[in-house]
């Protein structure tokens, strides 16, 4: 049989060193919106108002007053334009499909504040993904379905 043997290990102890106390983080909801090719991730945060898009605000960033209502549309809905702020980092497609992006990211982001809102968010549209993308050019043809032009003689 084998033989059981004591093996004393010696062990240092090692202080640690005080590091200041991690600050608070502000809560937040997050959630992703996509169209087309853009994708936009949004924090919506409940200490914060306004909105920001890559370190602009929302205003600057999407001049054309259409585009920004349609980004405030699902919180105009909700009536919380002022109790909540985001931030947002869209990138890729064009700033229609960004708008549209960021709305569906916030919608989501507010079903995640509040469960209660979805009913309503779904019934104004804000929480359907339009999944129409661009087709593929196929080979053997101009675009994704021109052909080439044909001649009889």
Do not use: C, H, S
Not at 55 to 65: A, E, M, S, T, W
Not at 73 to 100: F, S
């Amino acid at each position: 049989m084998a033989e059981k043997k004591e093996i004393k290990v010696k062990t240092k102890k090692v202080k640690k060193t005080e590091q200041a106390p991690e600050p608070k983080k502000e809560r937040y909801f997050e959630a992703v919106g996509r169209r087309k090719t853009a994708v936009a991730r949004v924090r919506l945060y409940t200490k914060r108002t306004g909105i920001e898009v890559n370190n602009q605000d929302f205003q600057k960033y999407f001049p054309i007053l259409r585009l920004q209502k349609k980004i405030m549309a699902p919180l105009e809905k909700m009536k919380i334009t002022n109790k909540l702020g985001a931030v947002v980092r869209v990138k890729g497609g064009g700033i229609n499909a960004q708008a549209e992006a960021i709305r569906l990211g916030i919608a989501r982001a507010l079903v995640k504040f509040n469960p209660d809102f979805r009913k309503r968010l779904r019934r104004a549209g804000y929480l359907t993904r339009d999944a129409r993308v661009v087709e593929r050019k196929k080979y053997g043809l101009k675009k994704a379905r021109r052909a080439p032009q044909w001649q009889k003689r």
